[in-house]
C-alpha cells in the first residue's frame, strides 16, 4: 500500500511497517507527529518505487531492516533525502560507508537513540577527548573506555539456554557484524563517542529477562558516567526490540520539522570519510 501526499510540515516516508513501524505509522497517520505528515509507506510487497516515493518527501524512516537499508539510504541521500536510520548497524560497514562518503548528494543520515538515551552526554565526554594537548590532563595521554552490556532474552540473540550466560563480547563494530539485528544501540552509541572499533560490548542471553536491559559504563578524565535502561519489549518482535525505540523517532522527526530540540544526531554523508580508512 502506498500514500503520496501532503497536509503540511515535513513529509515523512516510511521504509518497513513492523513492530517499530507500525506504531510510527500509526503515529504520523493520526497527526501525533508534531510538524510531520505521512506522505508514502513501503512495505516489502508495495509496487511503489523508491524514484516515486524519494520524489515526494522530505525525510525517509526507515525501519525494515539492514538489506533494506543498504538499498535505499544512497538513494535517498543522492535523491536529497534525510533518511532516519533505525537499522544503523550498517553504518559498521566500512565499505558501506565508503559508498556514501563518495556519494555527492545532500541528504543526511539522522542516528535515533533508539532503544537507550543519554547520548548527549557521552558525546559531550567523547568529544571533549579531542581537546588540544594539555587541555585535559596535562601531558599525560588522554583515554577513555566506553562498555554496552546488553542482556536480553535468549530467543532475542538465536540461543538457548536455562542460565544466564555471555554469548559475545568485542567491539561495537563486531557486534554489528555478528548480531546485525541487535546491535543498532551500539552503534548509535559508538558513533556518538569514541567509535566503532574502541566501544566493547557485551550481550548476556537471560532467559529471566522479560524485559531488555542496556547498562552503558564510561569513563573518562572528566568523570565516571553509568546508564542504565530496563526497556518493555515491543509486541511481535520477539524481544529483540525495545518498545521505547519508535518514540526515539517520534522525537527526533519532531526536532527536525521543528530546527532543534533532543535526538538529533545528524551526519551528512560526507562526515564518514573519516571512516574510510582499513583498520585493524
Ligand atoms: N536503533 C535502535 O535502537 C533499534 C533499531 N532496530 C532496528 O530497526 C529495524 C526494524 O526493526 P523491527 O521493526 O523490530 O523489525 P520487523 O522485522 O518487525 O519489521 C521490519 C519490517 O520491514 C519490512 N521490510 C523488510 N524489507 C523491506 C523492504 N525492502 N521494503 C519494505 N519493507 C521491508 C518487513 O516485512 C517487516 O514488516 C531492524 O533493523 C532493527 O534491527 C530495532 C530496535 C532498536
Ligand atoms: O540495538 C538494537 O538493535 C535493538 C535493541 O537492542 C533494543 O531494541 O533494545
Given at each position: ?143 577513555a573506555s566506553v562498555v ?45 563517542t569514541i567509535?566503532?572499533?574502541?566501544v ?18 564510561m ?62
Amino acid at each position: 500500500m502506498s500514500t503520496i501526499g501532503m497536509t503540511g510540515g515535513l513529509r515523512v516516508g516510511l521504509l518497513g511497517v513492523g513492530a517499530l513501524g507500525g506504531t510510527i505509522a500509526d503515529l504520523l497517520g493520526a497527526g501525533h507527529i508534531a510538524g510531520c505528515s505521512p506522505a508514502g509507506t513501503i512495505r516489502s510487497t508495495t509496487a511503489l518505487s523508491p524514484a516515486d516515493l524519494l520524489s515526494g518527501i522530505d525525510v525517509l524512516v526507515e525501519s525494515a531492516g539492514a538489506q533494506a537499508a543498504r538499498a535505499w539510504v544512497p538513494r535517498a541521500i543522492a535523491a536529497g533525502v534525510d533518511v532516519v536510520l533505525c537499522s544503523c548497524g550498517v553504518l559498521a560497514d566500512l565499505d558501506f560507508t565508503r559508498e556514501l562518503a563518495d556519494g555527492d548528494g545532500t541528504g543526511r543520515v539522522l542516528v535515533p537513540s533508539g532503544a537507550i538515551g543519554g547520548l548527549d552526554l557521552f558525546a559531550a565526554a567523547g568529544r571533549a577527548l579531542s581537546a588540544p594537548a594539555g587541555r585535559l590532563a596535562g601531558d599525560r595521554p588522554v583515554r577513555a573506555s566506553v562498555v554496552l552490556t546488553t542482556t536480553k532474552r535468549p530467543s532475542a540473540l538465536g540461543v538457548e539456554t536455562d542460565r544466564p550466560i555471555e554469548v559475545f563480547r568485542g567491539s561495537a563494530r563486531s557486534a554489528a557484524r555478528e548480531y546485525p539485528r541487535t546491535a543498532n544501540v551500539a552503534v548509535a552509541l559508538a558513533l556518538a563517542t569514541i567509535g566503532l572499533d574502541e566501544v566493547t560490548v557485551v550481550m548476556v542471553a537471560d532467559p529471566a529477562a522479560a524485559r531488555t536491559r542496556h547498562l552503558v559504563t564510561m569513563s573518562s578524565p572528566l568523570g565516571e558516567y553509568e546508564l542504565g535502561v530496563t526497556n518493555a519489549v515491543a509486541p511481535g518482535s520477539g524481544g529483540r526490540t525495545s518498545a521505547v525505540t519508535p518514540w526515539s523517532v517520534v522525537t527526533l522527526l519532531e526536532s527536525l520539522a521543528a530546527g532543534h530540540g533532543a535526538g538529533l544526531l545528524v551526519h551528512p554523508a560526507n562526515d564518514f570519510r573519516h571512516d574510510t580508512e582499513d583498520r585493524t
